[in-house]
């Protein structure tokens, strides 16, 4: 079975760029996460969807971060304009259906982000 | 809200030797528990979860008892390997929301 995917990996941009990340879940789970990790610190829950509808959004800077689950299936975080405070990891998780965030959680290998 | 602790690093031990990570949270309701690693270079996987109290969760030699009376949730295996390095994470599931810890790096040394 093909984990959770991620892409890219890496990415370097200056302040004020825009910057967008992508994520496969595994095929059929319909829960999607977006956690930003800090260096030194555990992941923080920024968005959660079920299906293509957001479940929770409460911590996610909505002045300059969006993000989109169109089909219910991949999924895009975008940074716009983006600050030298969001350096970090970001990380897409997936769980199966009918389990909410109870259920475990799959990780991809996350996109690492430095802004300069 | 909830949150949870755990044991600041890093942690340095020799094979062979008894690990013990803490890991203590503060919640309302009944949440699950979890510990996730994270080795170098990789995604954080599932490492061991436990659903209510006095479940023991166990996997690959690890093992943690969720304690309700202590509202603890800590990590030991008996016998680390130098393949065991990596971080390891707990978190917390309550009401729609998952909680993680800040993470503790275990290097194991031959």
């Known amino acids: 079975e093909a984990g959770v995917a991620q892409s890219p990996r890496y990415k370097i941009i200056e302040k004020r760029q825009s910057v967008a990340f992508w994520c496969n879940p595994i095929?059929?789970?319909?829960?999607l996460y977006w956690y930003q990790q800090i260096l030194g610190q555990g992941p923080k829950l920024l968005i959660q969807?079920?299906?293509?509808?957001?479940?929770?959004d409460s911590q996610l800077p909505k002045d300059r971060f969006s993000a989109e689950r169109l089909k219910g299936v991949d999924s895009t975080l975008k940074i716009q304009p983006a600050k030298l405070e969001d350096s970090a990891v970001y990380l897409c998780?997936?769980?199966?259906?009918?389990?909410?965030?109870?259920?475990?959680?799959?990780f991809g290998p996350g996109t690492r982000l430095l802004v300069l | 809200g909830d949150s949870v602790t755990q044991m600041e690093g890093p942690v340095t031990l020799s094979e062979e030797a008894f690990l013990t990570i803490n890991c203590t949270y503060t919640a309302t309701g009944y949440p699950s528990l979890f510990w996730y690693v994270q080795y170098p270079g990789e995604g954080l996987q599932l490492l061991l979860k436990a659903t209510k109290a006095d479940d023991k969760g166990s996997n690959k030699g690890f093992e943690a008892t969720y304690r309700k009376e202590t509202t603890s949730f800590h990590l030991e295996k008996g016998s680390v390997q130098v393949s065991d390095s990596a971080v390891y994470f707990c978190a917390l599931s309550g009401n729609n929301d998952m909680r993680f810890g800040a993470g503790t790096r275990l290097t194991v040394k031959p």
């Open positions: 095929s059929g789970h319909a829960t």
């Open positions: 998780a997936s769980s199966p259906p009918a389990s909410g965030i109870q259920e475990t959680q799959y």
């Open positions: 969807f079920q299906n293509n509808g957001v479940v929770d």
